[in-house]
Nanobody, 117 residues
Framework: QVQLVESGGGLVQAGGSMRLSCAVS???????????IGWYRQALGKSRERVAF???????NYTDSVKGRFTISRDNRERTVHLQMNSLKPEDTAVYYC????????WGQGTQVTVSS
């Protein structure tokens, strides 16, 4: 059973930075490294949206609202994915999750990010 554990969230003032981590267990190195992995977020009362993903080759993609502020990276050996978030805005407040971009694993608990104005 694959488990996703997100961490690194908390409370930060607008303009601040935060680094999220996602640890994936219960899968092999080859399965993890083969898949594109994304970071998603869900704000209160809104549907979940994908904010970034990184392919198996390391290419990245970001939604427009976070371009230039967020950076996604992965460590296949450690089976982790990170999201460096800079210049945070109150509208970035949400629960953040990681998962494959298709045929997703069971979702983790996520990590709450709260940006105060």
């Amino acid at each position: 059973q694959v488990q996703l554990v997100e961490s690194g969230g908390g409370l930060v003032q607008a303009g601040g930075s935060m680094r999220l981590s996602c640890a994936v267990s219960g899968t092999t190195f080859s399965t993890f490294s083969f898949n594109a992995i994304g970071w998603y977020r869900q704000a209160l009362g809104k549907s979940r949206e994908r904010v970034a993903f990184i392919s198996n080759t390391g290419s990245t993609n970001y939604t427009d609202s976070v371009k230039g502020r967020f950076t996604i990276s992965r460590d296949n050996r450690e089976r982790t994915v990170h999201l460096q978030m800079n210049s945070l805005k109150p509208e970035d407040t949400a629960v953040y999750y990681c998962n494959k971009i298709s045929l997703q694993w069971p979702w983790g608990q996520g990590t709450q990010v709260t940006v105060s104005s």
